[in-house]
């Protein structure tokens, strides 16, 4: 019955609320005719009278009254999300829903905002951390509007591009072998146990992929679901992790260049293919864009070469 009574819930106030069909005919600006019809076919949809009527005059039944009341309810529903949806999409004031991954959420994304927000400071944001693959789950949703994540997708109903990358690097503790070390080859790790990020992870695909690359695959000991986690297992001398920098240095570890394979991941923006921007969105799109090999603090980028262990 949704579909069916829906167009008809703010003739049926009108008229409810004047008493009189044609007072509720002028305020809507449709014909007498049409909203009399209407009602009739309301009523007869229900199969309940919702009117006395009296000449020109109607009054609620009891039936009506209730009718009434969750009409009003649901008509005030539907007035504040069109309120909603209007405001986000406000150029000056509007909303921009945007996910990342959980390393990012330190320094570059409030980063980010603070730089975006100088030309558009009353632009809104959600913010939502996740890892790669739940946050395309949330774009394909409509959740999100943007995304950073790591590896930048590849699917036909995406946009992905590419903004930056960051080096990764060998985390091991404090008093591990290759702790006196400043750049190691990936391969020299081979027989050393591994914490990384669970399956479905961005960062877990690319340490996986850059060990294969190295001639082994990683035996891994513990895996976790964030990469500052993963430096606190290593500094308990659980294992090794390839991560990359962090905000903050963390001791306990130390960190070394990985001079090959090159050890780094990309970071890009995804949306929805097709999906219609409103103007707050496609300006912090057009601010992302114009920030390609410059979205990452500095220390983040890769050095233009690093070469043999020392």
């Not at 992790?241 to 001079?259: F, H």
């Amino acid at each position: 019955m949704g579909p069916v009574l829906a167009p008809r819930l703010a003739y049926f106030a009108a008229v409810a609320r004047h008493e009189h069909v044609t007072r509720a005919a002028a305020e809507l600006s449709v014909p007498q005719s049409t909203l009399s019809r209407a009602m009739v076919r309301l009523e007869a949809d229900l199969g309940v009278a919702l009117f006395a009527r009296r000449g020109r005059t109607v009054a609620l039944t009891p039936a009506g009254r209730r009718f009434l009341t969750a009409a009003e309810r649901a008509l005030a529903e539907v007035e504040r999300a069109a309120d909603t949806v209007r405001a986000d999409a406000d150029p000056t004031a509007g909303r921009v829903a945007f996910g990342f991954l959980h390393t990012m959420g330190s320094e570059t994304v409030p980063a980010l905002i603070r730089a975006f927000r100088v030309d558009h400071p009353r632009v809104r944001f959600t913010l939502v951390q996740n890892y790669g693959e739940a946050m395309i789950e949330r774009l394909r949703a409509g959740e999100l509007d943007l995304c950073l994540t790591s590896p930048v997708p590849d699917a036909p109903d995406l946009v992905g591009r590419r903004l930056d990358e960051q080096r990764l690097r060998l985390v091991v503790p404090d008093d591990h072998r290759l702790a006196g070390r400043r750049r190691i080859r990936l391969a020299e790790a081979a027989e050393e146990t591994f914490v990384t990020l669970e399956p479905g992870y961005g960062l877990r695909r690319i340490t996986d992929d850059l060990c294969a690359e190295a001639g082994f695959t990683p035996r891994v000991a513990f895996e976790g679901e964030e990469a500052e986690t993963l430096r606190g297992l290593v500094a308990a001398g659980l294992g090794v992790a390839l991560l990359p920098p962090p905000a903050v240095a963390r001791p306990g570890v130390v960190e070394l260049t990985v001079t090959a394979p090159r050890a780094v991941r990309e970071i890009g923006v995804a949306w929805l293919d097709g999906h219609p921007d409103t103007p707050p969105v496609a300006a912090f799109k057009k601010f992302l864009l114009g920030r390609r090999g410059h979205l990452l603090p500095k220390g983040s980028q890769p050095p233009p070469e690093d070469s043999g262990p020392a």
